[in-house]
């Protein structure tokens, strides 16, 4: 039975771990109870927060609103010759989601290992790691309409995916709230392991042919290497987008720095890596006061224990700073800031 509850800590529903207060809360296990929540008049007069994992929020301040917290779960999946389509409930955990596909054979998902996060932020933010993104295997999704409290199908086309964006941060913002996501995975695996250090990694396991359960194992490697663990360290994995310039700003960075990590993007522009961007301007490693960047990954921010919203956000300005002031390019925060 859906439950409505006053002031609450959201320090356990996000993994930067600030302590801060919802002043009322729901957590939604089904489409019945967002039917039954948006009945309420606090649904209707207050300002409203959905989360998933909480993955992707910096909380700088008490939210005075409600906070919708997302935990429908289920898993079902259905395979017509080399296709297979896999719906997942928004509240699954990402990683729960990858894990299940890689242990049946659906292939897709594994280099999208270890992402935090729910299923349900996925398509919102067109997440993506090691050559491929979300909007490479997303089929459809459902979602509850805040203003009708109907549920509408989006498809591919409705979406309009981006670098880290898509409808649901645009011109759908704030509309709907998304209850269950469709995938296109494949049985007949085609293997991506151009991107990153995934090649490296197979050839020191000795594994020439890899399977989709390889190449999951080897990112997730690569990943736990590079980046702290939410439990023991409030982070919230990437804080920043790799910047995407134009040809002719990449030829004057390039030109006074032709040592950038940079990638060619299908669209003609380049793709810089910000962590290495960070990593130049000295800031890999650093602490300042409660915060800082992770020791191993300049892209992520952490909170070392006590740190405020506040503090973290405006570490990361200092970093912005940096890294126009070096490199002239303006970076942009991936997390999303209250």
Same mark, same amino acid.
Request: with cysteine; glycine share 10%.
């Given at each position: 039975?859906?439950?409505? /509850?006053?002031? +609450?800590?959201?320090?356990?529903?996000?993994?930067?771990?600030?302590?801060?207060?919802? *002043?009322?809360?729901?957590?939604?296990?089904?489409?019945?109870?967002?039917?039954?929540?948006?009945?309420? %008049?606090?649904?209707?007069?207050?300002?409203?927060?959905?989360?998933?994992?909480?993955?992707?929020?910096?909380?700088?301040?008490?939210?005075?609103?409600? #906070?919708?917290?997302?935990?429908?779960?289920?898993?079902?999946? /259905?395979?017509?010759?080399?296709?297979?389509?896999?719906?997942?409930?928004?509240?699954?955990?990402?990683?729960?989601? #990858?894990?299940?596909?890689?242990?049946?054979?659906?292939?897709?998902?594994?280099?999208?290992?270890?992402?935090?996060?729910?299923?349900?932020?996925?398509?919102?933010?067109?997440?993506?790691?090691?050559?491929?993104?979300?909007?490479? #295997?997303?089929?459809?999704?459902?979602?509850?309409?805040?203003?009708?409290?109907?549920? &509408?199908?989006?498809?591919?086309?409705?979406?309009?995916?981006?670098?880290? %964006?898509?409808?649901? &941060?645009?011109?759908? &913002?704030?509309?709907?709230?998304?209850?269950?996501?469709?995938? $296109?995975?494949?049985?007949?695996?085609?293997?991506?392991?151009?991107?990153?250090?995934?090649?490296? %990694?197979?050839?020191?396991?000795?594994?020439?042919?890899?399977?989709?359960?390889?190449?999951?194992?080897?990112?997730?490697?690569?990943?736990?290497?590079?980046?702290?663990?939410?439990?023991?360290? $409030?982070?919230?994995?990437?804080?920043? &987008?790799?910047?995407?310039? %134009?040809?002719?700003?990449?030829?004057?960075? !390039?030109?006074?720095?032709?040592?950038?990590?940079?990638?060619?993007?299908?669209?003609?522009? #380049?793709?810089?890596?910000?962590?290495?961007?960070?990593?130049?301007?000295?800031? *890999?490693? *650093?602490? !300042? $006061?409660?915060?800082?960047?992770?020791?191993?990954?300049?892209?992520?921010?952490?909170?070392?224990?006590?740190?405020?919203?506040?503090?973290?956000?405006?570490?990361?300005?200092? +970093?912005?700073?940096?890294? /126009?002031?070096?490199?002239?390019?303006?970076?942009?925060?991936?997390?999303?800031?209250?």
């Amino acid at each position: 039975m859906l439950q409505i /509850q006053k002031d +609450i800590s959201l320090k356990p529903y996000n993994s930067f771990g600030i302590d801060v207060k919802a *002043k009322h809360f729901a957590e939604i296990f089904n489409e019945e109870d967002l039917t039954a929540l948006f009945k309420n %008049e606090l649904a209707k007069t207050e300002d409203l927060l959905v989360i998933g994992g909480g993955s992707n929020v910096l909380f700088t301040k008490d939210f005075n609103g409600l #906070v919708i917290k997302i935990s429908i779960k289920g898993i079902s999946s /259905q395979v017509d010759g080399e296709k297979v389509l896999v719906r997942a409930g928004a509240g699954e955990v990402w990683n729960d989601f #990858v894990t299940y596909c890689v242990e049946h054979g659906f292939a897709g998902v594994e280099n999208l290992s270890l992402i935090p996060g729910t299923v349900g932020a996925s398509p919102i933010q067109n997440i993506g790691a090691y050559g491929v993104e979300l909007k490479d #295997v997303f089929e459809s999704c459902t979602a509850f309409e805040i203003k009708t409290g109907e549920l &509408k199908t989006f498809t591919y086309a409705d979406c309009s995916f981006g670098y880290r %964006e898509s409808a649901f &941060k645009g011109e759908l &913002k704030g509309q709907y709230i998304i209850t269950s996501v469709a995938f $296109g995975l494949k049985t007949n695996a085609a293997i991506n392991t151009s991107y990153g250090a995934i090649e490296a %990694e197979l050839e020191k396991r000795g594994i020439e042919a890899p399977s989709i359960a390889d190449v999951s194992a080897a990112v997730a490697h690569i990943r736990v290497s590079k980046l702290p663990d939410p439990s023991t360290i $409030g982070n919230a994995g990437s804080f920043f &987008k790799n910047p995407v310039i %134009e040809k002719h700003e990449f030829a004057d960075v !390039v030109s006074k720095h032709p040592d950038v990590v940079h990638y060619p993007t299908a669209d003609g522009k #380049v793709k810089l890596a910000a962590g290495w961007l960070i990593e130049q301007c000295g800031w *890999k490693g *650093k602490v !300042v $006061g409660h915060t800082g960047t992770w020791k191993n990954q300049a892209l992520v921010l952490v909170n070392h224990g006590g740190a405020t919203g506040m503090e973290v956000f405006q570490f990361s300005a200092q +970093i912005i700073d940096s890294v /126009q002031s070096t490199f002239g390019v303006t970076l942009e925060r991936e997390v999303n800031i209250l």
